[in-house]
């Protein structure tokens, strides 16, 4: 992908940025996947196209920003995504989170989405040491959630957690010398045995995605039926 062209996704909005447009509840809720599953004040959970196993999901901050240093240092965002989390994996199983750190609107990094978000995928296996074996140019170093911002100093990253722990999670993390895309796409379609599916723009999955946003709506609507 040229990191100057705009990619039009089939169920994008008329606005600039696709997720903008989604945690709004502006993009084609007749689509089932692409709109909010969960919706807070400030953040909102979805199924976006392109899910390679049923349940993933992203996390994303209603503001539009490049990415998500600065709510690694937010307890509501970690409250927010303690929910999402426990939904997904209630529904689904073992989750894992990862996060690819745009800096700039243009980057390969943030692959044509560049509004943060954080990824939910339920995985049997450890994305964090498949991620360390796929390539072994990146250099992986163990760093809490919360500490990512200080690390990366202002380069793009790239951060995975086998074990969500809220504000305590521990994970690995890459500081990227240059752009990267689908990174972690590529590692998750590769050990699934489906590396050709790795790139969402030419294999979005509709079924797969709408059966799971349809879950996870109905899943979520109980949740907050029986805390009400
Ligand atoms: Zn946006
Ligand atoms: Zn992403």
């Known amino acids: ?18 997720f903008c447009s989604i945690v709004e509840g502006t993009a084609d809720i007749a689509a089932l ?11 909102a959970a979805f199924v976006s196209v392109g899910a390679l196993v049923k349940g993933w999901s ?21 409250r927010f995504l303690d929910q999402a989390h426990r939904i997904v994996t209630k529904d689904f199983g073992p989750t894992v989170v990862f996060e690819h750190g745009s800096q700039h609107h243009l980057s390969q990094t943030s692959c044509g989405t560049a509004h943060a978000h954080m990824h939910l995928v339920p995985l049997s296996f450890s994305l964090e040491s498949a991620s360390e074996q796929f390539d072994e140019t990146l250099r992986w170093q163990t760093c809490r959630a919360t500490e990512i911002s ?13 074990r969500y722990d809220s504000d305590a999670t521990v994970g690995q993390l890459a500081i990227l010398r240059e752009g990267r895309s ?14 050709d599916l790795f790139d969402y723009k030419t294999h979005p999955q509709y079924d797969l995605t709408k059966e799971s946003a349809r879950r996870l709506l109905n899943f979520s609507n109980a949740e907050l039926a029986s805390v009400a």
């Open 33 to 43: 996947h692409d709109s909010p599953w969960l919706k807070g004040e400030q953040y």
């Open 58 to 78: 992203l996390v994303a901050p209603r503001q539009h920003t490049l990415n998500l240093l600065s709510q690694y240092g937010s307890k509501a965002f970690f």
């Open 1 to 18: 992908m040229k990191p100057d062209l705009e990619i039009q996704m089939p169920t994008a909005s008329r606005g600039t940025c696709r």
């Open 150 to 162: 200080s690390v990366v100093a202002g380069n793009e990253y790239l951060f995975v957690a086998d």
């Open 182 to 195: 689908q990174f972690f796409r590529q590692v998750i379609a590769t050990r699934l045995g489906c590396p």
